[in-house]
């Protein structure tokens, strides 16, 4: 099987990005993106972010999660603590989260440290969820093999029936990290593949030192 995809090309040409324009704190930054995003009709989830973490086996993994909240110290989101993610991230808590928003031609790169939130955090969280995603929490051991779709089907229909009328508690297993950032690049594509990229990088004195990177 084959296919060239050398002809596949779009040009970006939305927006600039320039360092005259950008506040001293990334985060603002941040804000201003996800909003216009979020505002953009095109993009269906902004909160959707890629996030890579290190495996013990040394080799980087990422997929797919969803950021459920952001504040000045860092990026929030849920997930199961025995997950492969959550193995890897207990021995390696340097993570990396990427957004892409097409629509916009924005790509944002945040390398930083994940820990886990508060439990209290994370029970607010937990009970704002609907039921069957509580349940969901309480059937899959993220991560685990499991012989069929049936099994797990099963799993769930005990959980059911364990918590039925009942407050459905959060699996102690289950629960949110923030990543706290230590730097975080903003790409703007550009018309010919000169696009903007700036590097905000946390220094020592927790000011943020600003620089342009070659595209
Ligand atoms: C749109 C989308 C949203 C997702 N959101 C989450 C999430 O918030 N938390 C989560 O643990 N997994 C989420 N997943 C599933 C993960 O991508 C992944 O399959 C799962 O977390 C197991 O990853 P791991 O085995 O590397 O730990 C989402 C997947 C997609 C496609």
């Not at 909003?35 to 013990?56: Q, R």
């Not at 886990?116 to 955090?121: D, Q």
């Not at 690049?185 to 943020?208: A, V």
């Amino acid at each position: 099987m084959e296919k060239d995809l050398g002809s596949y090309r779009k040009n970006y040409k939305k927006h600039a990005l320039l360092k005259k324009n950008i506040p001293e704190n990334p985060m603002e930054l941040f804000q201003k993106w996800f909003y216009a995003a979020d505002e953009d009709h095109c993009v269906e989830e902004a909160n959707i972010v890629n996030l890579a973490t290190v495996g013990s086996d040394n080799f980087p993994k990422s997929r797919i999660v969803l950021l459920k909240r952001f504040t000045w110290e860092g990026f929030i989101f849920y997930t199961n603590y025995n997950s492969e993610k959550g193995k890897s991230i207990a021995k390696n808590p340097n993570v990396c989260l990427t957004f892409f928003w097409h629509s916009i031609e924005r790509q944002i790169i945040i390398k930083g440290i994940a820990e886990k939130i508060a439990e209290n955090l994370s029970d607010g969280y937990f009970e704002s969820r609907p039921d069957g995603s509580k349940l969901g929490a309480w059937a899959s051991h993220q991560s685990e093999v499991i012989d069929s779709r049936t099994s797990l089907d099963k799993k769930l229909t005990y959980y059911e029936n364990k918590f039925k009328e009942m407050e459905i508690p959060r699996p102690d297993y289950w629960g949110g990290y923030i990543v706290k950032p230590i730097s975080i690049e903003f790409w703007q594509g550009r018309p010919n593949r000169m696009h903007d990229r700036l590097r905000y990088t946390l220094q020592e004195n927790y000011d943020w030192k600003l620089e342009r990177l070659e595209p």
